[in-house]
């Protein structure tokens, strides 16, 4: 007599991204698109998304400077961007990443929409429908120095805008298959 093949129930990979986000943090399908859906709602009453996005890096920038010579504005930086008991994380998501920003929000002077500017210019494509976010594209924004107008300045205003493009693009895609 045979023996039935056992069941085999795939785990979860310990290296996947997804599990890192931690659990209280992670997203439900129906917040992802309620996420989505907000993105795309903002995204319809930008006109030129560079313009924002210079705005926003010119914020930082200026944040930046209260630390002093570019060591101290590093160290300032590193800072601002530690964890902290209420957002201590291994990997962000949207949610995290929301919620460290709104702690820097005042200090900085962005709004709501400039913060979703940063945030989906930082999503991870690979993770989108688990909008996990990639910490070299957040850090960008903290990172980069620019003193006028550099060949690195505009690398960094095309990238972002190309990036807001394609995720605003990708999430009214996902939308339409979810609905």
């Known amino acids: ?4 093949p056992k069941q085999v129930i795939p785990k979860v990979q310990e290296n996947d991204l997804c599990c890192l986000v931690n659990q209280k943090d ?9 996420y989505l859906k ?12 560079v313009d924002d996005i210079q705005r926003i890096f010119n914020k930082i920038l200026k944040w930046k400077q209260q630390f002093g010579d570019l060591d101290m504005q590093e160290k300032g930086v590193s800072r601002a961007l530690r964890n902290s008991k209420k957002t201590a994380v291994k990997i962000h998501n949207v949610k995290t ?3 460290k920003l709104h702690e820097l929000q005042g200090e900085i002077g962005l709004d709501d929409g400039e913060l979703m500017l940063i945030i989906y210019t930082s999503v991870d494509h690979d993770y989108l429908t688990n909008l996990i976010v990639q910490a070299g594209e957040f850090l960008k924004w903290f990172n980069l120095n620019f003193e006028g107008e550099s060949r690195e300045e505009v690398d960094f205003l095309n990238s972002k805008h190309d990036i807001w493009e394609a ?9 339409k298959k979810y609905e």
Do not use: F
């Not at 007599?1 to 039935?4: G, Q, T």
């Not at 995720?167 to 939308?175: A, D, F, G, N, R």
């Open 1 to 4: 007599m045979k023996k039935k």
């Open 26 to 34: 992670r997203l439900s399908s129906q917040e992802i698109i309620a």
């Open 38 to 49: 907000q993105l795309v709602q903002y995204a319809d009453k930008i006109k030129d998304p």
């Open 97 to 99: 990443l929301t919620a």
């Open 167 to 175: 995720t605003v693009h990708l999430s009214s895609e996902i939308i």
